[in-house]
């Protein structure tokens, strides 16, 4: 899911997402039909995995990042009480 580092999610998702409407207006204006749909089919997965990503993958990284966090802080008040009523 980090393959385009260079630009933000968010950014990206506008991209594949502009670029799926000029390749279904292209398919309507042209004759090259062929080119335009691979390049539709093609870009509907892109703007399919930029939605999934910016929608769900990104939110559910912070989420686990936040529980990852308190896990860490609740074993290290563990560990204190630990200590504490070794002695």
């Known amino acids: 899911m980090d393959r385009f580092l260079a630009i933000?999610?968010?950014s990206q998702w506008w991209l594949?997402?502009?670029a799926l409407a000029l390749n279904?207006?292209?398919m309507l204006l042209t004759d090259m039909w062929l080119p335009m749909v691979v390049g539709a089919i093609v870009t509907t997965y892109l703007?399919?995995?930029a939605t999934v990503?910016?929608?769900?993958?990104l939110p559910m990284k912070k989420s686990v990042r936040e529980l990852e966090?308190?896990?860490a802080s609740l074993?290290?008040?563990i560990n204190d009480m630990?200590?504490?009523s070794s002695y």
């Open 47 to 49: 703007s399919i995995d």
């Open 24 to 26: 279904v207006l292209g």
């Open 8 to 10: 933000s999610p968010k």
């Open 53 to 57: 990503r910016v929608r769900y993958i």
């Open 75 to 77: 074993r290290r008040q």
């Open 82 to 84: 630990q200590q504490a």
């Open 16 to 18: 594949f997402h502009v």
């Open 69 to 71: 966090r308190e896990n």
